[in-house]
T-cell receptor
Framework: AQTVTQSQPEMSVQEAETVTLSCTYD??????LFWYKQPPSRQMILVIR??????QNATENRFSVNFQKAAKSFSLKISDSQLGDAAMYFC?????????????FGKGTKLTVNP | NAGVTQTPKFQVLKTGQSMTLQCAQD?????MSWYRQDPGMGLRLIHY???????DQGEVPNGYNVSRSTTEDFPLRLLSAAPSQTSVYFC???????????????FGAGSRLTVL
């Protein structure tokens, strides 16, 4: 089965420090990769999107991606961590096959931000 | 805009009962999907639809039915609820296709279902 793997069930970081959440994928033809955030409110929020055919890593303010295509690795770096960054983080990839497309999610990483 | 609306937000069922989780979107999105979220399991795709009249199975379709008679609505039916279906359910939609333009999923607020 094609999968997306987040090897860190939980991570913690001190406020204002930097943390990196890891993700590897085993989906074929992954043109796009995403990180979503789910705060305690349960609402899913897009954090960042990476186009796999672009060499340049995506950046959105304090959030950046380290995309290693050959290694099929897609990690999320959060700089200057804030208390509001505490949430579950999910990476996901588009799975193509049989003429259809669907998103496959990792199991998530729970991030705690310590004041 | 309302976005993706899921109802009900909470539901308690007894084993064997049936129910329907409603999902409606007002963004004219062609792609709609249902996920269930369980602790330590992430989000798992149950069923999805790429347009009215078209549905397909995801990773965990057993025990669930869907239909897509209109672009706006994508209800999820539990015909005979089981305790293993206790979960939080999310409906999500996107303009189709997913890949070109990397269309992002818009999620509903979730529905917490408990089966006793």
């Amino acid at each position: 089965a094609q999968t997306v793997t987040q090897s860190q069930p939980e991570m913690s970081v001190q406020e204002a420090e930097t943390v990196t959440l890891s993700c590897t994928y085993d989906t074929s033809e992954s043109d796009y990769l995403f990180w979503y955030k789910q705060p305690p409110s349960r609402q899913m929020i897009l954090v960042i999107r990476q186009e796999a055919y672009k060499q340049q890593n995506a950046t959105e303010n304090r959030f950046s991606v380290n995309f290693q295509k050959a290694a099929k690795s897609f990690s999320l770096k959060i700089s200057d961590s804030q208390l509001g960054d505490a949430a579950m983080y999910f990476c996901d990839s588009i799975l193509k096959g049989g003429g259809s497309e669907k998103l496959v999610f990792g199991k998530g990483t729970k991030l705690t931000v310590n004041p | 805009n309302a976005g993706v609306t899921q109802t009900p937000k909470f539901q308690v069922l007894k084993t064997g009962q049936s129910m329907t989780l409603q999902c409606a979107q007002d963004m004219n999105h062609e792609y709609m999907s249902w996920y269930r979220q369980d602790p330590g399991m992430g989000l798992r795709l149950i069923h999805y639809s790429v347009g009215a009249g078209i549905t397909d199975q995801g990773e965990v379709p057993n025990g669930y039915n869907v239909s897509r008679s209109t672009t706006e609505d994508f209800p999820l039916r539990l015909l005979s609820a089981a305790p293993s279906q206790t979960s939080v359910y999310f409906c999500a939609s996107s303009p189709r296709p997913l890949s070109p333009g990397a269309n992002v999923l818009t999620f509903g607020a979730g529905s917490r279902l408990t089966v006793l």
